[in-house]
């Protein structure tokens, strides 16, 4: 098969799925792969501006990425369920994210979603990452 064919019959990246279990919570997690477009919006939202002297530099919030990605990518459960906001106390969905979640959760869910995103091997996801 050609690069076009296998184009043409590939599944868009919303339908590419998988499951991770979360071992701590004896249940698994569904995800979903993400565009390029995704991911260079989740870093947009993550990217402020911070006063270095009288420069003014562009910082990235790598925390409230992987918060992001969770939030983009995890279909089930949903972190914006009303009832899981109110248990957690939570805002917004990265918030309850970062409340439900331990840190080597959310690390186990970002490094898993990357991947299944297409970024195969650690460089290329910690260029993701920074």
Known sequence: MDALQALLGAKPAAEITEKVRIKRLGTEF???ALTGE???KIRDQATYPVKNGKKTELKV?????ARLLIVKAVVEPNFSNADLLKHFGATD???CVQKALLAGEISTLQNEILLLSGFNDEEEIEEVKN
């Open 93 to 95: 969905e990265g918030e």
């Open 61 to 65: 919030n790598e925390e409230e990425v």
């Open 38 to 40: 995704d991911i260079d």
């Open 30 to 32: 569904t995800i979903k």
